[in-house]
């Protein structure tokens, strides 16, 4: 396959970095900003991406398409790519890179393939790739070893199979193991606040399990501003565990729990403006402050 042109949607934390790896091995990278917020546009600026405005013209003018964005927004995507694809008569290549369940892949699967595209399925595992940070993006599907054209030093990719949906499988795991050990850490940390134990609680964990105390108190002080999107994410984990046969409400409780914090100021901020001096304690602290005031 050959590829020039990467659109990508869209230019927010993740999508920003991986469109900087992609276009730093020299290809021209779009985006479509119409509708789009002035973060957005702000961050598109700051990484050269290329604005054509629409989705419509994204897709006329790329070879191939990312979306990285809200999981909650990908069937929608799908949707909007797919109108494009028919209305330009081009069969280009989408690859679906979101936090979805295998269930929800096979449907935007069908969505782009009926449009007359080509589908990959993605997973990015991994932080965002900025400064000295690596990620991981996992593909499979049928001739998902051309997206190896984009891997770089920051970027690697990893092709998991030929079959549809394997690589979000595998999203699906790490990211219950990961942001549902957060949601678990952070939702008994405010409890213990509230109960007035959680003094004594951090001398037990540092008794018997400060690796595991210090792990989740290095994650919170990035997690409020990601919040609003975990929440689809633990939902299209918990629709995932249950195609699986295992009970899909622990992650609709993990749901809650990402549902209340976004809801927050803290939950308001950005990851470029957050109070970057907080650290996890702080972050427990206040947020069990905002939920004994409401």
């Given at each position: 396959?050959?590829?020039?042109?990467?659109?990508?949607?869209?230019?927010?934390?993740?999508?920003?970095?991986?469109?900087?790896?992609?276009?730093?091995?020299?290809?021209?990278?779009?985006?479509?900003?119409?509708?789009?917020?002035?973060?957005?546009?702000?961050?598109?600026?700051?990484?050269?991406?290329?604005?054509?405005?629409?989705?419509?013209?994204?897709?006329?003018?790329?070879?191939?398409?990312?979306?990285?964005?809200?999981?909650?927004?990908?069937?929608?995507?799908?949707?909007?790519?797919?109108?494009?694809?028919?209305?330009c008569g081009r069969h280009i290549l989408i690859v679906d890179c979101n936090a979805i369940a295998p269930d929800t892949v096979h449907e935007i699967a069908g969505v782009v393939e009926r449009a007359g595209g080509r589908f990959l399925d993605g997973g990015i595992i991994g932080p965002p790739p900025r400064g000295k940070a690596k990620t991981n993006l996992y593909v499979s599907g049928p001739g998902a070893v051309d997206l190896e054209a984009l891997a770089g030093p920051q970027l690697v990719v990893r092709v998991v199979s030929e079959r549809i949906a394997d690589a979000s499988a595998l999203k699906m795991c790490y990211g219950a193991l990961n942001k549902g050990t957060q949601a678990l850490w952070l939702e008994v940390l405010i409890a213990a606040q509230r109960l007035g134990v959680d003094g004594l609680l951090e001398a037990q964990l540092r008794q018997s399990r400060a690796d595991l105390y210090d792990w989740a108190l290095g994650q919170f002080p990035i997690l409020p501003p990601k919040a609003y999107r975990w929440?689809?994410?633990?939902?299209?984990?918990?629709?995932t565990l249950g195609a699986a046969g295992i009970t899909p409400k622990v992650f609709q409780g993990a749901a809650d729990i990402y549902q209340f914090v976004a809801g927050t100021a803290l939950g308001k901020e950005t990851p470029e403006t957050r109070d970057k001096t907080r650290g996890g304690k702080d972050i427990v602290r206040l947020l069990a402050q905002e939920r004994s005031r409401s």
């Amino acid at each position: 396959m050959q590829i020039e042109k990467v659109g990508l949607m869209t230019p927010g934390d993740m999508g920003q970095a991986v469109a900087m790896q992609i276009k730093a091995k020299g290809y021209t990278v779009c985006t479509a900003l119409d509708q789009r917020s002035e973060r957005s546009r702000a961050l598109a600026r700051e990484a050269g991406l290329t604005d054509v405005g629409t989705v419509a013209r994204l897709v006329a003018e790329c070879d191939v398409v990312l979306s990285v964005m809200n999981p909650g927004a990908a069937l929608d995507f799908a949707r909007d790519a797919a109108a494009a694809l028919r209305a330009c008569g081009r069969h280009i290549l989408i690859v679906d890179c979101n936090a979805i369940a295998p269930d929800t892949v096979h449907e935007i699967a069908g969505v782009v393939e009926r449009a007359g595209g080509r589908f990959l399925d993605g997973g990015i595992i991994g932080p965002p790739p900025r400064g000295k940070a690596k990620t991981n993006l996992y593909v499979s599907g049928p001739g998902a070893v051309d997206l190896e054209a984009l891997a770089g030093p920051q970027l690697v990719v990893r092709v998991v199979s030929e079959r549809i949906a394997d690589a979000s499988a595998l999203k699906m795991c790490y990211g219950a193991l990961n942001k549902g050990t957060q949601a678990l850490w952070l939702e008994v940390l405010i409890a213990a606040q509230r109960l007035g134990v959680d003094g004594l609680l951090e001398a037990q964990l540092r008794q018997s399990r400060a690796d595991l105390y210090d792990w989740a108190l290095g994650q919170f002080p990035i997690l409020p501003p990601k919040a609003y999107r975990w929440v689809p994410e633990m939902l299209e984990i918990s629709k995932t565990l249950g195609a699986a046969g295992i009970t899909p409400k622990v992650f609709q409780g993990a749901a809650d729990i990402y549902q209340f914090v976004a809801g927050t100021a803290l939950g308001k901020e950005t990851p470029e403006t957050r109070d970057k001096t907080r650290g996890g304690k702080d972050i427990v602290r206040l947020l069990a402050q905002e939920r004994s005031r409401s």
